[in-house]
């Protein structure tokens, strides 16, 4: 069965660098997203891709968010700046149409800032 | 922000029994609604999804049921199976795009 996979499972920076978070969606899906969950909070919404450019991003994906698919499998996000809030657990999902809602996500990348 | 809400943190049942997980809305502008499954270290699984001019969706053990104008969904499982045992998070979206709003999750423990 197709999934979402992500890399790297973990990944550990210090405040003020940059990470880059790799997902590869479901080969036939046109939508991508990513969200975000903070230990013991909800999982949040950052932003929606589709066709190249962002369709919806929420409060929290500021300037130091980007998102970018540079090829045509990978879909990954860039944090310019991390900072200590940062640190959480970021899902990609990935979904096949306009008219199909289910949102399918990888295992996730814990980002843990010091 | 509060839009979606699972007001039980956890539950539990016996094997067997029937599980009913329940999910409340505060915007009447979410069309469609979704129940996903999450084990520790994993991402959310979808499971079963449910359109707004629907009341009821089922697939094999797992039926969703939307009381719109209660604005509340419901999840059950019957049997429950101790491999159910994970959180259940329950999640909408806006008529106006496809951001998931999700709730915060329904911990499920089926006993043998």
């Known amino acids: 069965e197709p999934e979402v996979t992500q890399t790297p499972s973990h990944q550990v920076t210090q405040m003020g660098q940059e990470v880059i978070l790799r997902c590869v969606p479901i080969s036939n899906h046109l939508y991508f997203y990513w969200y975000r969950q903070i230990l013991g909070q909800k999982v949040e919404f950052l932003v929606s891709?589709?066709?190249?450019?962002?369709?919806?991003k929420s409060e929290i994906f500021d300037d130091q968010f980007s998102v970018e698919r540079p090829d045509g499998s990978n879909f990954t996000l860039k944090i310019r700046s991390t900072k200590l809030e940062d640190s959480a657990m970021y899902f990609c999902a990935s979904s096949e149409g306009s008219t199909a809602y289910e949102q399918y996500f990888g295992p996730g990348t814990r980002l843990t800032v010091t | 922000d509060q839009q979606v809400k699972q007001n039980s943190p956890s539950l539990s049942v016996q094997e067997g029994r029937i599980s009913i997980l329940n999910c409340d809305y505060t915007?009447?502008?979410?069309?469609?609604f979704l129940w996903y499954k999450k084990y520790p270290a994993e991402g959310p699984t979808f499971l079963i999804s449910?359109?707004?001019?629907?009341d009821k969706n089922e697939d094999g053990r797992f039926t969703v049921f939307l009381n719109k104008s209660a604005k509340h969904l419901s999840l059950h499982i019957v049997p429950s199976q101790p491999g159910d045992s994970a959180v259940y998070f329950c999640?909408?979206?806006?008529?106006?795009?496809?951001?998931?709003?999700f709730g915060g999750g329904t911990r499920l423990m089926v006993k043998p």
């Open positions: 915007n009447s502008m979410f069309d469609y």
């Open positions: 891709f589709y066709n190249n450019e962002i369709s919806e």
């Open positions: 449910i359109s707004s001019i629907k």
């Open positions: 999640a909408a979206r806006g008529n106006a795009g496809n951001m998931l709003t």
